[in-house]
């Protein structure tokens, strides 16, 4: 569907208009495309005590906890490269609460949220693990357990998941909001369609005609996204698929930097506060290695085999008109308002 509202706005906006303190927070992406411009955004706007769900506990959330944004982290995992990190070491000091589950019960939790149910049901061998008896912020509400109505079987239940927002890098997008992904998938569309509010960066924004000779890759539709941002580069060290990675530059601070406190400040102050915006964080990196290093991380192309929508009879004639209906897409819109289910 087309949202006749541009939704194209600066990082700065995006996340001041979005993100809140105290917000519940998810960082949409899964091992690929981590939502690094936006992340960085979140820091320099000084944004606090955010609750952040996260399944790959990846850069992005290492960059967050290093700067003092997040108070508790809901989670199925906890990167512990060279055995430590910043949510590691603020774990055992006691400034961070994580509250695990497993990568299923995770993304029970979105997929609830998603399909607008108010639990889950995951399998009941966790009720013999730790994961169900080691409980932190939660409580009681982490796990619960039903009666199944048809079988009389005790059912193991996770709670919906609807966090505040949730930040998302993406391939592509045009200016409505539709959003384009393709790569490893996790919870990445269950991430963004549970949230309250979405937020989208990507790499390109391109004209809806091309959003509609490709539907099966948009994972967000333009009614539930509420900013877009063309951050080129925005997923930077991470690889993107199709379009970049950088493993010299991500091994340089996973392996580096990240080891101490005085190491990730020293980073978040070159490569966040000391950028203004994404465009700094580019030309920094430029100075650095050169223009030709940036332009040497972009993936060679490798196309899919095309796909046939071809119809018959076209469902839109040149003038706009629908072929079944004979009515135009805006006089659909009028109808759909004056019945009470078009959603902006």
């Keep these: 569907m087309i949202n006749s509202n541009n939704k194209v706005m600066s990082l700065k906006k995006a996340i001041s208009d979005n993100v809140k303190d105290s917000d519940e927070l998810v960082l949409g992406n899964y091992t690929l495309s981590m939502c690094v411009a936006l992340a960085s955004e979140v820091i320099r706007q000084k944004k606090k005590h955010l609750t952040v769900y996260s399944q790959s506990s990846h850069i992005d959330l290492e960059y967050l906890a290093g700067a ?26 006691g400034d961070i609460e994580v509250e695990e589950y497993s990568n299923f019960q995770y993304n029970a939790r979105l997929q609830a949220g998603m399909y607008g149910f108010s639990f889950m049901p995951v399998l009941e061998g966790a009720i013999d693990t730790d994961l169900f008896r080691k409980r932190t912020f939660m409580g009681e509400n982490k796990f619960k357990i039903i009666k199944c109505p048809y079988t009389g079987k005790d059912i193991l239940t996770v709670p919906a998941a609807n966090p505040d927002v949730c930040i998302i890098h993406v391939q592509r997008a045009d200016k409505y909001g539709n959003a384009q992904y393709w790569g490893a998938m996790g919870s990445v569309q269950a991430a963004a369609l549970a949230s309250k509010r979405i937020v989208v960066s990507c790499e390109e924004i391109v004209d809806h005609e091309v959003i509609q000779s490709s539907p099966h890759n948009t994972i967000i539709p333009a009614y539930r996204t509420n900013a877009v941002v063309e951050a080129v580069f925005g997923a930077h060290p991470t690889p993107v698929a199709g379009y970049y990675r950088d493993d010299s530059f991500f091994n340089n601070w996973a392996f580096g930097l990240m080891m101490s406190d005085e190491g990730i400040k020293r980073w978040l102050d070159e490569w966040v506060y000391g950028c203004e915006d994404h465009p700094a964080y580019l ?13 040497s991380l972009k993936s060679k192309p490798f196309y899919s085999t095309p796909v046939n929508y071809g119809d018959p009879q076209p469902t839109w004639d040149k003038n706009g008109v629908n072929a079944i209906l004979g009515i135009k897409y805006e006089d659909i819109e009028k109808i759909m308002e004056k019945e009470g289910i078009f959603h902006e």
């Design 283 to 295: 030309q920094k990196y430029e100075e650095y290695y050169g223009k030709h290093m940036l332009n």
């Design 68 to 93: 003092d944004c997040i108070d508790k982290i809901i989670t199925n995992f906890i990167s512990v490269i060279g055995g430590t990190g910043c949510v590691i070491r603020r774990m055992q000091r």
